[in-house]
């Protein structure tokens, strides 16, 4: 019924750039949080940054703050996170992750992406 697609992983030599994108679609009648995690092999699945529907943005890893940055386009349902000066501990599995209100419903649901690989190069 939802859907979320990320797209923009690649591989990088570190000091790189990457944009990644996550668009939600199908039976969307709202979008609330929205954030996005990372998974490196042998690791726990980690929170990056979030976003708010208001615009409020919180980055949860110190490692990452002053390189990356999360936004998104309400009126499309896309989020973003701009990734600069990349490091090889950066490589990962990128999920997006969305609270989704269905069309004719009130309830609010968790979704996941199916995931982007992001692999930087010393």
């Known amino acids: 019924q939802v859907q979320l697609v990320e797209s923009g992983g690649g591989l990088v030599q570190a000091g790189g750039s990457l944009r990644l994108s996550c668009a939600a679609s199908?039976?969307?009648?709202?979008?609330?949080?929205m954030g996005w995690y990372r998974q490196a092999p042998g690791k726990r699945r980690e929170l990056v940054a979030a976003?708010?529907?208001?615009?409020?943005?919180?980055y949860a890893l110190d490692s990452v703050k002053g390189r990356f940055t999360i936004s998104r386009d309400n009126a499309k349902n896309i989020l973003y996170l701009q990734m600069n000066s990349l490091k090889p501990e950066d490589t990962a599995v990128y999920y997006c992750?969305?609270?989704?209100?269905?069309?004719?419903?009130?309830?609010?649901?968790?979704?996941w992406g199916q995931g982007t690989q992001v692999t930087v190069s010393s």
């Open positions: 199908g039976s969307v009648f709202r979008v609330y949080d």
């Open positions: 976003s708010t529907s208001g615009g409020s943005t919180n």
């Open positions: 992750t969305a609270g989704v209100s269905l069309r004719g419903s009130g309830i609010v649901s968790d979704y």
